[in-house]
């Protein structure tokens, strides 16, 4: 072997040259279209290397468009499926008239089910709001059923951690709030982080209550008498003394919100009894054996002299006008508190509390 081929430590230097021909046999990539047509030489690389690239831009251009082309095809004979007869995505047209087709009724299982809307209207006017910690509460031990949804904000939990258990047990929507929304949820701010949306309760007759009444039993009757907070204060002071039955024209004014806060839990130990008429509800527990009380800021028996019967109605009307000429011609007996005389009259509230006190002392006490 030639000398000039070997290098200083004896060994055989391998040449390779490529030639023009094996530029040609490399593969050009089918995704990116790139390779496959690189000059042999340095000579006419201009020339021959532009004419390269440019078919190799037609050739990627050609299979770009190929896969392209492919989901064209797909999508129109997609289409034309859609639009056969057996297929289930088809489009239906009606002629200008033709009814649609009834829908399917699914029992509101399935998809949104209507509601009418006087449905809904009455569903409301049957609702309303409780708020106050004392009175949901108080309300939760009692009649928990009748709850429909619940607000709280986070600091009350801990102290509702049965209701909330139950709520989640009995699928009762609870949510757990910020004080705006709960003041948005209640109407109010004076909420005490706690609003329930319950079921209004229905008032019970005269001739349901006489049948169950004890022997000693006074119930308070109220015309006209419509200040939430005076309800309220009257409710509390009911509870206190042992007095469950308050005779009403609308049991609802009882179930407002404002009133049961102010009773703190006493609303649930009162219940109302409503009538055809005031004056109509009045005669029935008469003719039942009950007495008919009133009282006046002006004339009557002081009540520090007065005996109160063991079954009694006792009847009170609003501050402004007090009790109608009707109902104060038919009491059994009138009464009135004593004092200063340096104001007209008490607060219906006030009044209420002593007149029952009175008569819890007298035959209950």
Not at 149 to 166: C, D, G, I, M
Not at 229 to 237: D, F, K, M, P
Not at 295 to 306: E, N, R, Y
């Amino acid at each position: 072997m030639n000398d000039e081929l070997k290098n200083k430590s004896g060994k055989v230097k391998v040449m390779y040259v490529r030639s023009d021909d094996d530029s040609d046999k490399r593969s050009q990539n089918p995704r990116t279209g790139k390779g496959g047509g690189r000059s042999g030489s340095s000579r006419d690389g201009a020339s021959r290397g532009g004419s390269a690239r440019s078919d190799s831009g037609r050739r990627s251009s050609r299979d770009s468009q190929a896969p392209r082309e492919r989901d064209r095809d797909r999508n129109r004979d997609r289409d034309r499926d859609y639009q056969s007869d057996a297929s289930p995505w088809r489009t239906v047209s009606r002629a200008p008239g033709e009814e649609a087709p009834a829908k399917a009724d699914h029992g509101g299982i399935s998809g949104k089910s209507f509601i009418d809307p006087e449905v809904l209207r009455r569903q409301r006017a049957e609702e309303t709001r409780v708020y106050g910690e004392n009175a949901c509460q108080a309300l939760y031990q009692s009649r928990p059923d009748a709850i429909v949804r619940a607000w709280f904000v986070q600091s009350v939990t801990p102290r509702f951690k049965e209701a909330l258990r139950w709520m989640a047990a009995n699928r009762k929507a609870y949510h757990v709030v910020d004080e705006a929304e709960l003041a948005k949820a209640s109407g109010t701010e004076h909420h005490g982080g706690v609003c329930f949306l319950i079921k209004k309760r229905n008032g019970v007759s005269v001739q349901q209550w006489v049948g169950q009444a004890a022997e000693e039993d006074c119930v308070l009757a109220l015309e006209d008498v419509g200040n939430p907070h005076n309800l309220g204060a009257i409710v509390r002071s009911c509870a206190h003394f042992g007095v469950k039955g308050v005779v009403v024209q609308d049991a609802a004014i009882l179930e407002s919100g404002a009133a049961i806060r102010t009773a703190e839990g006493g609303a649930e130990h009162v219940q109302p009894i409503t009538g055809d008429s005031f004056t109509e509800a009045l005669e029935q527990f008469r003719r039942d054996g009950y007495a008919i009380v009133t009282t006046s800021s002006h004339k009557g028996t002081p009540l520090s002299k007065a005996t109160l019967p063991k079954k009694m109605v006792l009847a009170l009307g609003q501050e402004r006008d007090g009790l109608s000429d009707a109902v104060l011609e038919s009491a059994d007996l009138n009464v009135s508190i004593d004092g200063t005389g340096n104001v007209e009259s008490l607060n219906v509230s006030v009044a209420t509390g002593i007149l029952l006190a009175e008569w819890w002392r007298q035959n209950k006490a």
